[in-house]
């Protein structure tokens, strides 16, 4: 097994939260994870994490592959589920080749890296999703996030390899900030701050748990489904910290027929 | 020993000389040669040009690691110098990380993109100059180069793997040249129609109403502020006619605590 010990990282990579977090979902080779590794830190993003690796983890050939990009794999954090993954994220994309049967923003790497700049100006957190190597990520992945993004390949040969997908939008982060990145997080007004996913997961787990008891999804063909709809529809608001508990005080208020100050 | 008969191109990348030529200079890993083709027919790029491969060649490592990107490698021209190799091209950029001692105008992927696409509406061919994995190009080399390219990576970081260099130009190639992505997918099929204003409000009304039957609007002098916050939210989500019927459904379940169906 090769050095896992800690790299001595450069001032530039340092801060946690200094670029969008890199989330890879199911990967099958440790190869991969360490060429994303490698092209993270050659545009100095470090926030790697892995959901349900499918490869052995730590391993050899990841460390190998990563050319010495060892602190990005050392500190790599690994996840059961991409809902965990995402729950610190007020914004998230999700890289895929096909755009599926969803309604969703898509934007390619460049339009997507703007859209995290904007975003990490405002002191919000932003990840990029990334699937298997064959498979692309799952429809229940898609539903985690706000925008899709695409990269306009050649239509008749369009499948990337997944870390040239992550050098693309590691590129274009690094491209979007010129030479600088935001001194300074401002923060409009108490509650305006976009909510983070796991505030948004806990409104959805509320808000299914009310459905369920309502009998709502008791089609248990149709349930996750049905779930995955509802979601994309809040998704697509990207609710405020303070429309969060906006709409908790509806689904209580509504679902208890009365209106408890304590709620929200 | 792979397949390398010859494979059926596709329109889109027939033509020679419609992009710009790829040169790899004294490759090593046959691996990184297939990386370059799947990555150049990513984005619509044919013509590679070996010069002095350091592997054996054809190879079977380099058909494997192209996923499927035959017709590039099948067709790959091998040179004795780099002087032939770029024979016949009228722009050619050389791409190196350090910027030495030499007096060249210096671009960055997107700049030579740029000009690139220039030479092309001009008739003109262009090629980019790529050097061996640890040495990179020979001051003989860059000297055949008309620019220097330079990715803007981390600078305490900033060896990108060969194929990773090839991808980043051949993307810029393609972006220079107008590609697109659709801005946002739309469900297709029944119910995919965005609802109408008037279908919006009668969702708000039914959701209002529930909410004042459980006293939630009940302070007066904050009722119309928070209807307009909620309808803002789903405003925000610009809903389907399905997702209006759903979110109806939802509403008469949570609070009736039953589902029918006739209801949506």
Same mark, same amino acid.
């Given at each position: 097994m090769a050095n896992l010990e800690p790299t001595k990282r450069d001032a530039d990579t340092?801060?946690? !939260?200094d670029g969008p977090a890199v989330i890879l979902v199911e990967t099958s080779l440790a190869e991969n994870v360490g060429m994303t590794a490698r092209a993270m830190m050659n545009f100095g993003l470090t926030d790697l994490r892995l959901v349900r690796?499918?490869?052995?983890?730590?391993h050899a050939k990841a460390i190998s592959a990563s050319s010495g990009a060892h602190a990005v794999l050392k500190e790599a954090k690994i996840f059961d589920t991409t809902a965990e993954a995402v729950a610190d994220l007020h914004r998230v994309g999700a890289t895929t080749a096909r755009l599926r049967d969803m309604i969703k923003p898509v934007q390619d790497p460049r339009g997507w890296a703007g859209t995290m700049r904007d975003a990490f100006a405002e002191g919000n957190q932003c990840g990029i999703l990334f699937g298997a190597?064959?498979? !692309?990520?799952?429809n229940d992945d898609l539903a985690l996030a706000d925008t899709l993004i695409t990269v306009p390949t050649n239509p008749s040969f369009s499948s990337l390899n997944l870390a040239q997908s992550v050098l693309l939008l590691s590129y274009e982060w690094q491209m979007a900030g010129g030479a600088e990145v935001p001194t300074e997080i401002r923060r409009k007004g108490r509650g305006a701050a976009l909510a983070s996913q796991g505030e948004v997961f806990d409104f959805y787990e509320h808000l299914e748990d009310e459905m369920d008891k309502a009998g709502f999804l008791r089609v248990k063909e149709k349930r996750s489904r049905m779930i995955r709809n509802i979601r994309n529809i809040f998704n697509r608001a990207k609710m405020t910290e303070q429309e969060v508990r906006t709409m908790r005080g509806v689904v209580v208020a509504i679902a208890e027929k009365k209106w408890r100050k304590e709620d929200f």
């Amino acid at each position: 097994m090769a050095n896992l010990e800690p790299t001595k990282r450069d001032a530039d990579t340092k801060t946690p !939260g200094d670029g969008p977090a890199v989330i890879l979902v199911e990967t099958s080779l440790a190869e991969n994870v360490g060429m994303t590794a490698r092209a993270m830190m050659n545009f100095g993003l470090t926030d790697l994490r892995l959901v349900r690796p499918k490869c052995k983890w730590p391993h050899a050939k990841a460390i190998s592959a990563s050319s010495g990009a060892h602190a990005v794999l050392k500190e790599a954090k690994i996840f059961d589920t991409t809902a965990e993954a995402v729950a610190d994220l007020h914004r998230v994309g999700a890289t895929t080749a096909r755009l599926r049967d969803m309604i969703k923003p898509v934007q390619d790497p460049r339009g997507w890296a703007g859209t995290m700049r904007d975003a990490f100006a405002e002191g919000n957190q932003c990840g990029i999703l990334f699937g298997a190597e064959r498979v !692309g990520l799952h429809n229940d992945d898609l539903a985690l996030a706000d925008t899709l993004i695409t990269v306009p390949t050649n239509p008749s040969f369009s499948s990337l390899n997944l870390a040239q997908s992550v050098l693309l939008l590691s590129y274009e982060w690094q491209m979007a900030g010129g030479a600088e990145v935001p001194t300074e997080i401002r923060r409009k007004g108490r509650g305006a701050a976009l909510a983070s996913q796991g505030e948004v997961f806990d409104f959805y787990e509320h808000l299914e748990d009310e459905m369920d008891k309502a009998g709502f999804l008791r089609v248990k063909e149709k349930r996750s489904r049905m779930i995955r709809n509802i979601r994309n529809i809040f998704n697509r608001a990207k609710m405020t910290e303070q429309e969060v508990r906006t709409m908790r005080g509806v689904v209580v208020a509504i679902a208890e027929k009365k209106w408890r100050k304590e709620d929200f």
